[in-house]
């Protein structure tokens, strides 16, 4: 296949993705604003009270623009060089996780109840919920042996992990995954900035290092985040919700897992992994909310003691909140040169 036909098979779905997120975003805005799903941001002077579970909206437009792809193929317009069953799957598992997301956005109270160290309406499901009702995401890649057992891991090198790969691995990252981005969030922007600039990295990586399949996923993952972060950033206009951020994790892992590239793709996921650990500290009791000053800047709500990436940026100096988010920004860059920079040393 000539590389301009392979690049419009992943320019058209991603563009299409975007259309239809942009699209879904508006209507699903008003939908969740009508039916009373919403979430105050704290981190306003005046409190106000946005549409919540737009993560929905990106799981869709996500789908959406791999469907174009998977019509194109069955319809002969060109001869599919990804798999369409590692489509579906992942398809399938982004979508039943961001439904449990969803399940966790619309569980809100008429009166404000105490939840990670502060009152909120939108209670969500319990702790043990989460880890069982996200497993389910993972089913749809165990079902078709989705990615490589071999991986090479920095340092020690390559790993055969065999059949515990599909059976154990793939389902533990899956559930870490969903679970470890809905850890890092609190200011306009920041997860879906983060999730925006995760899948730049895959985008590049893949396109750097032939991986069509991942390409094209993280293409469209791309596309459908931008068009949300339109309305997601400083000031934001809406609130992803769970439904995002378990969308979010759930499809990094998967296109790590379908597009073979995980050792990558590890490196970049690292501030979750430090993130899950600083939450580990106080048994994820823990806001990464600041305490916002006169000024409009936030400080810690702990002091020096650090429990989230959030409390790291307050404690380096006074930030206003789009500061906070831009601070992981390049937190998130950092890692994915390191990871670019691993890759050229021939280390993943």
């Given at each position: 296949m000539?590389?301009?036909?392979?690049?419009?098979?992943v320019i058209i779905p991603s563009a299409i993705a975007f259309f239809v997120t942009f699209v879904a975003v508006k209507f699903t805005m008003w939908y969740m604003s009508e039916c009373g799903v919403t979430s105050v941001d704290y981190n306003k002077e005046k409190k106000p009270t946005l549409p919540s579970s737009l993560g929905i909206a990106t799981a869709f437009g996500f789908g959406m623009g791999l469907l174009v792809y998977v019509f194109g193929s069955?319809?002969?317009f060109y001869l599919p060089v990804a798999s369409l069953g590692y489509l579906f799957?992942?398809?399938?598992?982004?979508l039943l996780v961001s439904f449990v997301g969803f399940l966790d956005d619309i569980n809100i109270k008429r009166k404000s109840q105490k939840t990670t160290g502060m009152l909120d309406t939108r209670v969500g499901l319990k702790?043990?919920?989460?880890?069982?009702?996200?497993?389910i995401g993972a089913v749809p890649l165990i079902a078709?042996?989705?990615?490589?057992?071999t991986i090479t891991i920095p340092v020690i090198g390559m790993v055969n992990f065999g059949i515990f790969y599909p059976l154990v691995i793939v389902p533990l990252?899956?559930?870490?995954?969903a679970n470890a981005f809905n850890l890092l969030g609190g200011f306009n922007g920041i997860q879906t900035?983060?999730?925006?600039?995760?899948?730049?990295g895959l985008m590049l990586y893949s396109y750097a290092?032939?991986?069509?399949?991942?390409l094209l996923l993280s293409s469209v993952f791309f596309a459908a985040l931008l068009a949300l972060f339109i309305f997601d950033f400083y000031p934001s206009r809406v609130y992803g919700g769970d439904s995002f951020s378990y969308f979010a994790g759930t499809a990094i892992v998967a296109i790590m897992i379908v597009g073979g590239i995980e050792s990558f793709g590890i490196i970049i996921f690292i501030p979750w992994i430090v993130e899950f650990f600083l939450h580990a500290r106080k048994r994820f009791d823990v806001t990464d909310l600041g305490k916002l000053q006169k000024d409009g800047t936030f400080r810690s709500p702990y002091g020096k003691k650090i429990y989230s990436w959030t409390h790291i940026a307050m404690n380096i100096k006074k930030m206003k909140e789009w500061e906070v988010s831009l601070f992981m920004f390049g937190i998130e860059a950092l890692f994915i040169a390191a990871a670019f920079g691993l890759r050229l040393l021939y280390l993943v």
């Open positions: 000539p590389v301009a036909h392979s690049l419009l098979t069955s319809f002969s799957a992942t398809v399938l598992a982004v702790q043990w919920h989460k880890p069982l009702l996200t497993l078709i042996n989705a990615g490589v057992s990252a899956i559930i870490f995954g900035g983060m999730a925006l600039i995760a899948a730049l290092f032939g991986a069509y399949t991942a």
